[in-house]
């Protein structure tokens, strides 16, 4: 039953065959059966979980009107605020803080009646590509254990990929919904900036940061994308506008007369040759299915990742300033005659890990007078590029396609003393967080030299999310006729799994 | 080739209130210099007829109707002080004693 997708749970739901209290609970017996082995989790909410299926299943009894995710549960990513239980962002500062409040995305899940099992590992305030950053020590990739399961929300991505729940909430500041699913031969969606409120996401970098949906098929992730998606007046940011039918797109999955664009600068030198192998069979798949591949240019791309850890960092060197010790989270240093500066500067060495520090001071020099124009005001310009080559190659193409990520997973500590070459994971992803735009990723097979998932990504303009629905809905449904099962029935069963 | 000395990595520290070992501020200060030149691209292309982006979507102000709703309640608002006193924040000494 675990193995199923959501909207398969939701039908046993509807027809009786499953109360949402038996499927939680094995959902629950599958995180303590394996959990020790992958560590998705940081926090597990047995009790407020079992409760919440327990009032699904009681409105169901009365014949309330229920959602389509109803009684299904879910792993929430740490990052969210969720009311009175525990919200790390994966770092000793916050340990042991429980929010006052939802987040407006927990508040949608709760009157969506889909079911929190728990809060999901993550490298420390979403900065990483790898969960290896996470001060309470990493994730392991489901499909192989002594592998990274990516970053920074590799805990919701491994929670799919392991059978512990069948969808997940992410947040993606450079990828980090996408690069994760990619690894893990899961679903993840960057929904277009402002498509999904930022109320009560503890902040990385607020204009490049988006939650989404994280799920094992398209259609899930779609379903999953209308519960959370919508305008909200405690975010200015928030898009006031329909949401992008996503789920109609996912359901048709029709490519007929759309054009998609490759884009030249993301596939080649640097790309393993099993991820360029699965790219290249995905686009013929798409092809025969009725679109029209067509070749795209983006010059200003290979800028992205510089402009990235620029403004990334400077936003984060002001949004962290908030962890000053003084009205929650950790507090140290605060003996008789201590001045609140001290217990600052000793509070954050002590809570903060050595990648947040290095981009706090990053971004402490960048936004520096005399630095400020030459860094931050130069990575600005480059945006303003990336979003130009963005909008030339939409006036060409419907959506843009490229590999997720250049490399399939790597081994946890291999590249963790080598900032420059972490950084590059996430080479592909992060353009579309700058210009804002909508991003998708979808296991395309595993690559032959390793046997490991590779990703596809599908990026459309501001607010057509649907596009990507579309394509992603048409390519999963050539990929599994082609397979014959879906690829994670193909995943190693992990010691004790259900 | 732009570097960062560790003293000047000793300034932004303090700048950005985190207290660091010599050890971190030397490490941190090898590790600026590869960074810095990396992301000094970002100039190559950062021409002065460029406009800059400091965010995805054109909004300026935006207003919704004043509505009083409930707010957090002293006992909730207070719920993750580190010390609390009178239903205040306890916070260390600000002000130096005069």
Known sequence: MIRNSASEMASKLASGDVTSVQLTQAHLDQIAAVDKQVHAFLHIDTEGALAQAAAVDLKRKNGDKLSPLAGVPLALKDVMTQKGIPTTCGS????????PYDSTVVANLKKNDIVILGKTNMDEFAMGSSTENSAYGPTHNPWDLSRIPGGSG??????????????????DTGGSIRQPAAVTGTVGVKPTYGG??????????SSLDQAGPCARTVLDAALLHEAIAGHDPKDSTSINAPVPAVVAAAKAGNVKGMKIGVVKELNGDGYQPGVRKRFEESLELLAAAGAEIVEVSAPNFEYALAAYYLIAPSECSSNLARFDAMRYGLRVGDVEGASAESVMNLTREVGFGREVKRRIILGTYALSSGYYDAYYGSAQKVRTLITQDFNKAFEIADVLVSPT???????IGEKADDPLAMYLNDIATIPVNMAGIGGMSLPSGVADEDGLPVGFQIMAPVMKDERMYSVGASLEASLLSKWGAPLLSTIPVLAGSK | MTSLSRDDVAKLAGLARIEMSDEELVAL?????????AVARVQ??????????SHPLPLRNVFRPDVVIPSLSPQD???????????????????GEE
């Open chain 1, 154 to 171: 590799g805990g919701s991505a491994a929670a799919l990929a392991a059978f512990e729940a069948p969808l997940a909430i992410g947040t």
């Open chain 2, 44 to 53: 190559e292309v950062a021409g002065e007829d460029v406009v800059a982006t």
């Open chain 2, 29 to 37: 200060s090898n590790e600026f210099t590869v960074i810095l030149d």
């Open chain 1, 405 to 411: 990520c250049p490399t399939t997973a790597f081994k």
């Open chain 1, 196 to 205: 999904v409120s930022r109320f009560g996401l503890v902040a990385f970098s």
């Open chain 1, 92 to 99: 000793k500062i916050l340990e042991g803080w429980r929010p």
């Open chain 2, 77 to 95: 608002a207070l719920s993750g002080a580190p010390a609390q006193e009178e239903q205040r924040f306890r916070v260390p000494q600000i002000l």
